[in-house]
Nanobody, 127 residues
Framework: QVQLQESGPGLVKPSQTLSLTCTVS??????????WSWIRHSPGKGLEWIGY???????GYSPSLKSRINISTDTSKNQFALQLRSVTPEDTAVYYC???????????????????WGQGIQVTVSS
């Protein structure tokens, strides 16, 4: 059974870059079947999908965050990572990594069925 675990700093200063890593065990990230995703939850905004990365190098990002994020995969370490630049207090949230199946719309692929999640990591943006 695949397991995911987030790691990174719990406190980030405004204008800095938030960097999180998700370590995957019980399964390889080198696959065409899944997208490796980041999602966050805050009391004010609820659950928000951030984006995904795949071992092939393909990525997909939320339009509202696209200008500030980068998601990468490291197949040698079986990890994937999130970088969120120029953070503000509005980026304070619990951040989750998750595995999603790769769905096909008929014209493009997209993540569906977020079946496996990490436990989440609280990140606070404050000076």
């Amino acid at each position: 059974q695949v397991q995911l675990q987030e790691s990174g700093p719990g406190l980030v200063k405004p204008s800095q870059t938030l960097s999180l890593t998700c370590t995957v065990s019980g399964g390889s990230i080198t696959t065409d079947l899944f997208y490796w995703s980041w999602i966050r939850h805050s009391p004010g905004k609820g659950l928000e999908w951030i984006g995904y990365g795949a071992s092939s190098g393909s990525t997909g990002y939320s339009p509202s965050l696209k200008s500030r994020i980068n998601i990468s995969t490291d197949t040698s370490k079986n990890q994937f990572a999130l970088q969120l630049r120029s953070v503000t207090p509005e980026d304070t949230a619990v951040y989750y990594c998750a595995r999603a199946r790769r769905g096909w719309s008929g014209t493009y692929y997209y993540p569906i069925d977020f079946g496996s999640w990490g436990q989440g990591i609280q990140v606070t943006v404050s000076s």
